[in-house]
Structures are given as C-alpha cells and as structure tokens.
C-alpha cells in the first residue's frame, strides 16, 4: 500500500501506519487493545460500541433468552412493571419486555442489511462520480441530489403501501433504495480531493490501472468517511423502519420496537396512562441511535484531529489550568510521546507524524495561557 | 447566476423524477388496489372521474406506457390529482389544499425555529469548547436519536393526560368555526404549542451538534485569529468571523435534509391528529385511498423543493462567492 493516510493524526497513526520500511518485515506493535486500535483510545467510541454490542447480542439470542412467548395472552392485562412482567403487560396480557426482546432481531436486521446495500450503492455511484469527472459524474451527482430531496418516508409509503405485504427484507431494500445518496455525495466530494493528490498521480504516472487506483489508493483512504456513511445509513434505516410499524404501513405480524408502539398507540396506552407500554420500545431506539452516533462522533474526531479533545474534559482542562480559546486544539502528550518513539523506529519522514490539517508549527495555533 | 442557474435546473429535475416515480410506482407493483377500489365504488363514481383514476393508475390497458405517460402530464397540470377514496367524492387536490396550510405553519414555523435556535447554541457551545457547556452535548445526542412521534406520545402522555396544560390533539377546538377572531387564533396556538414544542426539541439537537463541529472547525482558521489579533472585540469575532463562515455549510445541509426533516414532523402530526398533509397521509394509509396517498407525496415533494429553493436564496445572501459572475 503506497497510500498516505489521509487526515490522520499522530494518534491515528500509531496503529495504522503502515510502516513502508523496505528492509525487514514490519514490526508488529505489541501492546494493549487501545494501543493497536486507537480508535478504541476514544471514549465516545467505546461507549457506542458497548451499546451496540450489547443490542447485536439481543438480536442474535433474543428469541432464546425471551421471558414468555411474545404473543401468548393472559390474564394480567395491562399491568404496569413488576417482578413476572419487568415491562409491564399489553391490552392483551402479553408481556412487553418478550416483545421488545424478540423485536430487536428484525430492528437490527433490517438497519444492518439496509446499511450494506445503501453503502455499497453510495460507493459505486460516489466514488465513480467522483472520479469520472464530466458527462457521468453531472449526471451521477443530479441523481443522488434527486433522491436527496425527495423526501423519503411519503416515498416510502406510497411504495410500501401499495405492496401487499410488505415483509423487513422488502422494507430494508426500500429504504435502501432511498437513503444512498447522502453517503455518494460525500463521498464524491472526497473522492475529488483525493483524485489530485501526489500519491494518485504518481500511481497514474506508474502506469497502474484504474481500477487499482480505484481499488488500493483511493478506497483504503475513504474507509473513515465510508464507515461513517453507513452508520448514517443504519441510523436512518432503524428510525424509518420504526416509523413505518408504528403508521402500519408494513407486516403487524412480526415483532419489532415499532410494531410495539404501533400495538400501544392502537390499544389507547396513552389514554390508559400504560407508559411502561410504549415508553421502553422508544428508550431502546434512542439508545441504539445514540450509540451509533456517538461511534460516528469517535470516526469524526479520528479522521478530523480538531475536534478531538483527547482526555480534555472541562474538569480536566481546568486542573490543568488550560483555558481553551479560539484557534485551541487540544494537544494529547502521552499520545504524542508513544507516536514519537514509534515514528523513530523506522526511517520516516521527520513530519510524518505531523497531520495535515493541524496548523503548521509556525503559526501560533494554541493558546494555552498557564494561571 | 450560474450558480443559480444549475440549482434551478436541478429542482426542475428532481420534480420531473417526482412525477415519473409518481407515475411508475403504481404501474410497477403486483396485482390491482385501485381496480378493486373503483370496482367496490362502482355507480358512484362518474364517468369522468373514473377515466381520470384510469389515467393516474395506469388501468387503461388499451395505451401504451407513453400515451398514459403524456395524457397523466396534461392530468396533472390541469391540478387533476383523481378522487379521494375515503373523503368521496371530494377531489384529491380539494383534501390537499385544506391540510397544506396547516402543514406549512406548523411545520414551517417549527423548523425556522428549531434551526435559529439550535445555530446559536451551537455557535455558543462551539466557542466555548472544554467548559461546562459541553455537557449539552450528550442530552443533545440523546434528543437526536430519537424518534420524533415518540416523543410526541411522551409530551402527550406528559403534558395532556398527567398535567393537563396542552390539548391532546387537532389543530382547533372543535367547536369554533375556522375565522381570524381572538379565540379561534389562541385556540390555534394552543393546539400548535405541544406539536410546535415535540418538533423543535427533536430537531434542535441535529442543528447544534453541526454548527458547533462546524464552529470547533472554523475557530482554528488563520482568519479568526487574526480578526482576534486586531483586536476586535469576542461577540464581533465570535459573529462576524467565526459564525457567519461556520454557518455556510449549516445552510446547506439544512436545505439537503429538509427531505429527513418533513419526513419526521409528518409523523409527528399523526400522532397529534393534527390536520395536516401528514395527518392526511395517515387516514390515506389506514383507508387504502391510493390517490391521497399519491397526491400527498406529489404535494410534500414539491413543497420541500419550495423551501429548497428559498434555503438557496439565503446562501446567495449568505455567501458573497455565489454571487461573483463567471
């Protein structure tokens, strides 16, 4: 890989470098998860990817681990919590916390399928457009400005609304079909800037193919704004989905979170004050949405060094007697001092470690008056 | 005005995709709703609306795909969206035409809102980055993920049902006629509050995490620390440099996710039964009324290219480079 890591830092660079030293296979770097995923260093990050995890096991053992069966009714109807129904029961006596558990599997399926094709879409039309350059690319751009604003959810009811059965799989390919083009249209803008960069060039001069320029030195570099986009893809796909089962407009015959608050809505929960009724179905998307936007804020400070404030907490900042001001980013000692052992190890450029977009030593960019 | 000039041209695209995806979509799917509707409302439906809901449906099986292509344009621009179903015989357009206004303000109004006010903060949080004003930053997070109806049953279940401040539902009391006298216009607002109130707080929270990365991003440019380094004042270099650059790419997206936007209060008047397009799309959706359905998108897409094209004309105020010529 000849590529040069775009808009990573020193941090950033410690795990990922590549180490293009021609002499001796590459040494790989010993130490804790956090040191050979940086990512990981970002608390953020980790937050979002416990709760995350932690739904995907629910979605995957869900069914087994379930209290009662999701549909069976009994005769305790419309309790709130208690130690037999934790969330409470429904208009039909069926316990809410089954359903919710059960439903996690269809929630996650469909954002997960949905994020995958909408992302692969958004590569082949971004990248493409993006490197084409011309004829297709204002045509490319026109169609995902098109799909942009068109709103999607009446979009998607006149479609799912007209199919007789509108199953998750049916729904997931929908919505889709609907929510790649935010993902191309950064992507394209990416893609541009990095189709004049040196390291592109030279591989053009070198003779290499389009499709290894495409394949090995433009896609590794897009991998943060890649990842990113099918976040936002998945986020999309699980609001919409939840939305779509709570107007009926898709199968009520499948449990999901929406398909809950659709039951709860219908049975008048409101009107009876049953809020253990809908309001664990909600808390459940807001916390699945959060956690994937708090893994796309870890992505974001990755991949944009300014808005990290690694280990800067308010509290933080003013022990240290750091009053941040305009023009302030956030310096990491430890992180710099691992980056520098590491960067002398092998013959690499001595800015190496220096990003590109982090002002030039010159200027003065921080402003730390010391108390 | 070239600049102009190519947005327009993409707005006249994207509302001639609208149409043709509004023309294939019922063409495209398995077997025929609209057939059995207009079979089951067969001797009430005249003639000519009949033939009308032929055309938009794609049932006259004796033209070929162009024919029904051209005879559903000349429908359209006559303002010929076919016949509600559930309010029969009530032309779709007429069902529009009353719910649209209601749409507008609320939605219109909540929206402007949510927006100003969430830049600012934004501009606020981002200026002052590592004090206690981060710690909006998490609750903001939360309120961005979830869904709006969501917490519209929330603020109902709050503000309606525990403490009864706010009626639960409709635009209107129901029983005041529609007029411009004192109590319909506080009924209104009333009645507009609670929605008003769901829309803002879930939308406000997109506006300041963008304007407050937006803000951490611009506060390094060499600009701002010169304007700094003369000496101008904090709320003129906090204004005048640093927010009216970071507030570019704001406007922008805020005219790119319109689409999510309106997606999301739509629903919010479903729960609230508030007589708007989106309450309109709801009914339409539980009646199985295929042509509200199709006129509801037709009407919401257009709108949202309205306020797409008047997002535009503010970034041309906004951003003097727009306005250079050649």
Redesign the interface.
Known sequence: MTAIPVQTDATALTGTNPAPTAAGPRRKPRGTAQQRFPFLRNKKAVTGLVILGFFTLLALIGPWIAPFDPNAISKDILQGPSATHWFGTSHLGQDVLSQIIVGTRSVMLVGLVTGVIATVLSVIVGVSAGFLGGVSDEILS?LS??F????????I???A????DAGGMTIALILAATGWA?GA?VLRAQTLSLRRRDFVEAARANGESTWRIVWFETLPNLTAIIASSFIGTV??AI??Q??LA????TSIKSWSWGTV?YWA?SGQA??R?A?WW??P??LC??????A???IN?GI?EFV?P??R?AG???KD?RRRG?R?R?????IDRSAMATSRRRAVAPPAHPDAWAPETT?SPK???TKEPKR | MKYFARRIF??V??AW??VT??FF??RL???D?VQSLINRKQGQISADAAQSLYVLFGLDKNTNMLEQYIAYWQQLLRGDLGLSFANFPTPVSEVLAQSLPWTIGLVGIATIISFVLGSLIGVLIG??????A??ILPVA??F????Y???G??A??LFS?TWKIFP?GGAYDGGLIPGWDLDFIVSVLQHGALPALTIVLSSVAGWILGMR?MM??V????Y??VA?AKGLSESN?MFGY?ARNAVLPQVSSFA?S???I???T??TE??FSYQGIGFT??QA??A?D?PL??G??LV??LS??AA?ILADVAYVFLDPRTRQEG
Not at chain 2, 127 to 132: A, E, F, M, P, V
Not at chain 2, 219 to 222: L, V
């Open positions: 026109a400005n098109i942009l604003v068109i709103p999607a959810l009446p979009l009811i006149i479609i609304g007209q199919l007789p935010w249209r986020t999309f609001l919409s939840t939305t709570f107007i009926g407009v608050l809505q409101l009107h004050g809020w809908f309001v179905a909600g998307i807001a916390l699945v949405g959060m994937l936007t708090f804020f974001d944009n300014r808005l404030s800067t907490s308010a900042m750091i941040p305009i023009g302030f980013t956030a002002p200027s003065p960019p | 993409i707005y695209l994207t995709a609208a995806i509004n979509i019922p799917m398995p077997g709703p200026w002052r980055r590592g004090t206690w981060d710690g997070t939360f961005s993920s979830v869904p109806f969501w917490l049953l929330i109902i279940m049902i639960t990365n951490v991003t506060t390094s440019e060499d701002v620390t700094q270099v640093a790119l319109l689409g999510f309106v997606s999301g739509l629903v479903m729960v799309l709801f959706i539980g199985k295929f359905m199709q509801a998108f919401i897409t949202v290219l797409n």
